[in-house]
Nanobody, 121 residues
């Protein structure tokens, strides 16, 4: 499975941005991770493909929304009320079957290219 990420860009604090990821085949779960400069890659959000069940990191809950378009095999991450600390390269990841360790990047088989999100204060 190949993942193609899009979106992101520049924003000011309080603004909104959206990143999207399209898969080339069937998947069980898709997630977004992000990596800020000098920091480790961190879990942001995940969505289980079958029932749309979602999970969020505490740092983004209430501001970010992950959703899926089953027909297009696309997952969107709507990012509202952006903060400078949201600045990072965002990566989408997927695996064929849902795993309870959805927050663990080591459990994902497929990765998209990163897309940069920069939030200025």
């Amino acid at each position: 499975v190949q993942l193609q990420a899009s979106g992101g860009g520049l924003a000011q604090a309080g603004d909104s941005l959206r990143v999207s990821c399209t898969a080339s085949g069937r998947i069980g779960v898709m997630a977004w991770f992000r990596q800020a400069r000098g920091k480790e890659r961190a879990f942001v959000a995940a969505i289980r493909w079958g029932d749309g069940n979602t999970r969020y990191a505490d740092s983004v809950r209430g501001r970010f929304t992950i959703s899926r378009d089953s027909a297009k095999l696309t997952v969107n991450l709507q990012m509202n009320s952006l903060k400078p600390e949201d600045t990072a390269v965002y990566y989408c990841a997927a695996r064929p079957v849902y795993n309870v360790q959805y927050w663990n990047s080591e459990h994902y088989n497929f990765w998209g290219q990163g897309t940069l999100v920069t939030v200025s204060s």
